[in-house]
């Protein structure tokens, strides 16, 4: 971190906010309220810019672009008259890559922006909590309100043996040196998702194993169609098993797995671990300073991003719920605001649109069939395959689907979930129509514009009502 950002003690008479963790939530919270024109102190310990930009979203969504490309030259063959083939020539150079976007983004994002804010002093240090506000590096910082934005790390499963091997987890396995030859991920969540089809783009041999289903939160024919897909580009999807013990032998990862009561052995050179992440909590001393704790290790906090202490709030992944950076940006912007001006704003999560940087992409937002039944509405759904959508005829790519779901008394559309190669870009267009009550009848009369992904929903809308297949060219 360059010097120019980093204060040495407190301020005399004490900060306005304390803020703990210097990620992007962090940089959120102590931004929104330097712009109120508060005295904040912004405490980070180790890299500054926290999980997304140095070891998360950043570097693990350009390395997925980079292996798109490569299936890009190698799917050229779909369209007749052409060929293609791709490899990489250096995977060295490749990381190398990804770590100067990764250096450029924390200095110009982060480091950079601190001089431009008067209102923010920058401790380098661990943080705890102690009656009066904040210890740092053992000297008090003393805070009218304090905003715990420590973030999450890697969660570990609990498997017999994990403890003596060399695992890997989706910070380490970015910064590996050499390609694996063979890649055995566990857990079909979107992290593991992602990163099992990056390694495999690049040339290793995958096998995805976890207990349930691929992305168990999402819908079933996209878990499915999903599945399908990653079994196609030869990666190995075994699901619905238990853990039984892993160890390595002979330089290789071996994990044992039952399967219906049968004991089998899959054998891998490096093995991911990618089980979710649990909550940055230990040593801040929270439950000295009487704060709860969820069972997944989160803080507990209220829709005023109050914590079980007056005084005290806490946002984004240190909370254990909505494990997005975005979200993490927008609870500690709330909680900022709130901290200063009386705890006038809650947190709204109804329609946060999520994305798995899969290919073909998944996003949704709002609630899943199950979910709304479980809510007690009267359900309706409507499922476009996308050889039902002109962009996808065009571009001879047609995996995926899109699915709605809405209210069968009111029509008002209550949720989505897109799988297309390009879903994450058109979801923004569900989330904005749940917000403001579109019913699905107002969305399937919207004029899209004709040979895009985002028509899809057009189409998806109509399918409420009509066969789509009926329907010709920018009909209706």
């Known amino acids: 971190m360059a010097d120019c950002c980093s204060t040495g003690g407190s301020r005399k008479g004490g900060y306005d906010l304390a803020v703990i963790g210097a990620g992007s939530a962090g940089f959120s919270a102590a931004i929104t309220a330097a712009e109120q024109g508060a005295n904040v102190a912004l405490i980070g310990h180790g890299l500054i810019g926290g999980t997304c930009v140095n070891v998360g979203c950043v570097p693990s969504k350009t390395m997925i672009r980079a292996t798109e490309a490569l299936h890009g030259a190698r799917a050229a063959s779909r369209f007749p008259g052409l060929a293609g083939e791709a490899h990489v020539t250096d995977w060295r150079a490749l990381i190398a890559a990804k770590n100067d976007l990764v250096g450029t983004l924390r200095q110009k994002k982060y480091v950079d922006l601190l001089p431009e804010y008067d209102g923010i002093t920058y401790l380098d240090g661990a943080a705890r909590l102690n009656g009066a506000g904040v210890i740092v590096n053992d000297s008090p910082v003393a805070a009218g309100k304090i905003i715990i934005v420590t973030g999450a790390s890697p969660a570990i499963p609990s498997i017999p043996g994990i403890e003596s091997i060399p695992y890997l987890t989706s910070t380490t396995a970015l910064e590996?040196?050499?390609?694996?030859r063979s890649l055995l991920v566990i857990g079909g969540g979107y992290i593991g998702c992602e990163l099992a089809q990056m390694f495999a783009r690049a040339g290793a041999a995958v096998t995805i194993v976890t207990r349930s289903r691929l992305l168990s939160e999402a819908e079933p024919e996209i878990a499915q169609a999903l599945t399908g897909y990653l079994g196609d580009e030869g990666i190995m999807v075994r699901t619905g098993l238990t853990y039984s013990r892993i160890e390595s032998r002979d330089d290789e990862i071996v994990l044992t797995i039952d399967v219906g009561g049968r004991a089998e052995t899959l054998i891998a050179e490096q093995v991911?671990?990618?089980?979710g992440r649990?909550?940055?909590t230990a040593d801040l001393?929270?439950?000295?300073a009487g704060i709860r704790l969820a069972p997944n290790g989160g803080i507990v906090v209220d829709d005023r991003m109050r914590t079980s202490r007056s005084g005290v709030y806490a946002a984004g992944d240190v909370t254990g719920r909505d494990q997005f950076v975005y979200m993490a940006a927008y609870g500690a912007k709330l909680a900022a605001r709130n901290?200063?001006?009386?705890?006038?704003?809650?947190?709204?999560?109804a329609t946060m649109p999520w994305v798995v940087f899969t290919d073909p992409q998944v996003a949704g937002v709002g609630l899943s069939e199950a979910q709304a039944r479980a809510a007690g509405y009267g359900v309706k759904r409507s499922i476009v395959p996308l050889d039902m959508v002109p962009r996808a005829l065009a571009a001879r790519d047609t995996r995926g689907l899109v699915k709605l779901v809405a209210d069968a008394k009111t029509d008002r559309l209550l949720g989505a979930q897109i799988l297309a190669p390009e879903g994450a870009d058109?979801?923004?267009?569900?989330?904005?129509a749940i917000k403001f009550g579109m019913t699905a009848k107002e969305l399937g009369e919207t004029i899209f514009p004709y040979l895009t992904t985002v028509e899809g929903l057009k189409l998806a809308a109509q399918g409420f009502e009509k066969d789509v297949a009926k329907l010709s060219c920018c009909a209706g």
């Open 339 to 349: 901290a200063l001006n009386g705890d006038s704003l809650s947190y709204d999560n």
């Open 426 to 432: 058109s979801i923004q267009t569900m989330a904005l």
């Open 278 to 280: 649990t909550p940055n």
């Open 285 to 288: 001393g929270l439950e000295e």
């Open 176 to 180: 590996l040196e050499s390609q694996p």
């Open 272 to 275: 991911l671990v990618t089980t």
